[in-house]
């Protein structure tokens, strides 16, 4: 599939930022060749006609920021490749230093109710990040401040303690390391009880590792489209990798780490719904972190073991696979087998926040967080931002750029 605009083996990269520029929807694109003409000379966004601000990125060590901890973060943290699919990248290393966590971000004082700012009901979004992954799982590029709030070892001695500021994020994998993960958020902090947001989609795809010092042949081979879209309309969160969603499913998410949370707020929705209490049944369970996706026409049903007056079945629904227990022809227990974690049902809105202080800038290469990891290592060659859900067609499209990495001009 070729770029409008396009031929094969067309090396002008302005041609390629055209195709980005002229998609509908588009509200900020980072190609990291565009730069401030006069100092400081940071990189700037693509934006639409009329936008009133091209969203220069500052660069920060949010350890510093935070704990107080470690030296001021520059540009010159951030080698250039000379490079990519739109003639630059910039590396994101994997730090040795505990107390530098650089990134590139746009402070929320200058997003705060831009079209980057997305939010609020009716509202969608795609994320796009043209990356080569040398290693790691966490945030490429979004509005995702994790809150440094969390009570554990790493925050003994932070010196400035924020809530969860979270709306919508791509990550390099998360729970599936390597995959497109889409991250949104209704609340900016946790869901299911569990102290982390879970609202996440993982591509089918996973991204191969590559060492960021690799021979440049190796690397023009080695870029990756990920991209995330949330559709408020059907209430999907989905990832892609290189254009392709592909279908992923978790099978016993009561077994599993993080997603054992949605398992039970699953359950606890279901139980919610019958008459009476029932086993196993919490009664402070909050009913807005039930999670119960539509499950008002079976896909398939398959009868796993069968009584005289007692049949077993497995029900396949659109994002859940249930075992059920029928007496008598009436459902006596259900249990959650399997859930939908590409597409994932997502029923809320993004978060939308009371004001800009208590809001989360948009970051590139990594997000501030509690834990500290050093995330996600590599290239990223181009960060773009849509206000409405790309199709598979348009995603397919920008994933051929980059397959044609093109020097700096």
């Given at each position: 599939m070729i770029l409008p605009g396009l031929t094969v083996g067309d090396d002008n990269a302005s041609q390629r930022v055209a195709a980005v520029t002229e998609m509908s929807g588009l509200v900020a694109f980072w190609d990291f060749v565009q730069k401030e003409t006069d100092l400081p000379n940071r990189f700037t966004a693509h934006v639409p006609t009329g936008t009133s601000t091209d969203y220069p990125l500052d660069a920060a060590n949010y350890i510093k920021d935070y704990w107080g901890a470690g030296r001021e973060a520059t540009y010159a943290d951030f080698p250039l490749l000379g490079r990519g699919p739109f003639g630059q990248a910039i590396r994101i290393v994997n730090e040795t230093d505990p107390d530098f966590r650089p990134f590139l971000f746009v402070p929320r004082s200058r997003l705060h109710d831009t079209p980057l700012d997305i939010k609020g009901a009716g509202k969608s979004v795609t994320v796009v990040v043209w990356a080569i992954r040398e290693s790691g799982n966490h945030a490429l590029a979004g509005i995702w401040h994790e809150g440094t709030d969390l009570k554990q070892k790493e925050t003994s001695s932070i010196t400035k303690v924020?809530?969860?500021?979270?709306?919508?994020?791509?990550?390099?994998?998360?729970?599936?390391?390597?995959?497109?993960?889409?991250?949104?958020?209704?609340?900016?902090?946790?869901?299911?009880?569990?102290?982390?947001?879970?609202?996440?989609?993982?591509?089918?795809?996973?991204?191969?590792?590559?060492?960021?010092?690799?021979?440049?042949?190796?690397?023009?081979?080695?870029?990756?489209?990920?991209?995330?879209?949330?559709?408020?309309?059907?209430d999907q969160l989905i990832g892609w990798l290189n254009g392709v969603s592909g279908d992923r499913w978790l099978d016993h998410p009561k077994k599993d780490k993080l997603i054992s949370?949605?398992?039970?707020?699953?359950?606890?929705?279901?139980?919610?719904?019958?008459?009476?209490?029932?086993?196993?049944?919490d009664d402070s369970f909050p009913a807005d972190q039930y999670y119960n996706p539509p499950e008002t026409e079976s896909l398939s049903i398959q009868v796993l073991r069968e009584a005289a007056n007692e049949r077993v079945e497995l029900r396949e629904y659109p994002y859940t696979k249930i075992e059920v227990t029928l007496r008598h022809g009436q459902e006596v227990s259900r249990d959650l087998v399997a859930l939908r974690l590409n597409p994932w049902w997502y029923p809320h809105d993004l978060y939308s926040l009371a004001d800009a202080a208590s809001g989360g800038p948009f970051t590139i290469g990594r997000v501030i967080h509690s834990s500290r990891s050093v995330g996600f290592t590599g290239w990223i060659g181009g960060v773009a931002v849509f206000d409405r859900a790309l199709s598979e067609g348009e995603l397919k499209k920008l994933t051929e750029i980059a397959a044609r990495p093109v020097k700096s001009e």
């Open positions: 924020e809530r969860g500021q979270r709306q919508y994020a791509l990550f390099a994998g998360l729970n599936k390391s390597g995959s497109a993960c889409g991250h949104v958020s209704e609340n900016g902090a946790s869901s299911f009880l569990n102290k982390y947001a879970l609202h996440k989609s993982n591509s089918e795809g996973i991204s191969p590792t590559v060492p960021a010092d690799a021979p440049a042949e190796q690397l023009d081979a080695a870029w990756q489209c990920f991209a995330m879209t949330f559709d408020h309309e059907k949370y949605a398992y039970n707020a699953y359950m606890q929705g279901h139980y919610a719904k019958l008459p009476g209490k029932q086993e196993g049944e």
